[in-house]
């Protein structure tokens, strides 16, 4: 059992350039997410999705677009890098939603995408 | 603005001494977690208190909720080596459906 896997781990850009980052999971949740860690700053959530084909803004969705074609991947695009971007990727999933007193919507974490853009 | 603020921001301990963090918020929540993160991974889920519990245990962690006071706080006991990690916590915000982190307390625990 993966859990969630992220690809690359690591990629260095130079301004202007596109890349995307994919995230994956297996464990069928609904929901996933992309956070970016900067030193100083935490997460901040980018965008997320509550469902195959759906996605919403974060705190920080500016120059960045996703995509939730399939269930099970997330996929964080950047169409012209700027080195604003250097940083860290995290995705993550849940079974639901993160709201209410449920019990189903802990996050399980992606070990990370780490780009610099040059 | 991030609504969660750890406190302090780093602390370093001697193994077997307790080690405890403090998180404080700013609107009303549905839910608080903590996570672990070690160096270079991914963030590991620890402990979930909901708004209207006021403490939760599991292990040696003791995670305590006080929403009067907008106020959580994580009790790691007898402190070992391999607790050394940076740790967050993170609110739902009532009507919201994710999690907004905190930045983090650094824990160092020295042999």
């Known amino acids: 059992n993966a859990g969630v896997t992220q690809t690359p781990k690591f990629r260095v850009l130079k301004t202007g350039q596109s890349m995307t980052l994919l995230c994956a999971q297996d464990?069928?949740?609904?929901?996933m997410y992309w956070y970016r860690q900067d030193p100083g700053m935490g997460l901040r959530l980018i965008h997320y999705s509550v469902g195959e084909g759906t996605t919403a803004k974060g705190e920080v969705p500016d120059g960045y677009n996703v995509s939730r074609l399939k269930k099970q991947n997330f996929l964080l695009g950047l169409e012209s890098a700027a080195p604003s971007q250097t940083s860290v990727y995290f995705c993550a999933s849940s079974p639901a939603g993160t709201g209410g007193l449920s019990g189903a919507n802990v996050l399980t974490f992606g070990a990370g995408s780490r780009l610099t853009v040059l | 603005s991030q609504q969660g603020e750890e406190d302090p921001q780093a602390l370093s301990i001697q193994e077997g001494e307790n080690a405890t963090m403090n998180c404080s918020y700013k609107?009303?929540?549905?839910?608080l977690q903590w996570y672990r993160q070690n160096s270079g991974r991914g963030l590991v889920h620890l402990i979930l208190?909901?708004?209207?519990?006021r403490e939760k245990h599991s292990g040696r962690l003791r995670v305590t909720l006080d929403t009067s006071k907008k106020s959580s706080s994580l009790l790691i006991t007898a402190s070992r080596a391999a607790d050394t990690a940076s740790y967050f916590c993170a609110t739902v915000l009532q009507g919201a459906q994710k999690l907004v982190f905190g930045q983090g307390t650094r824990l160092t625990i020295n042999p």
């Open positions: 208190i909901r708004s209207n519990e």
């Open positions: 464990m069928n949740h609904e929901y």
């Open positions: 609107t009303s929540i549905n839910n």
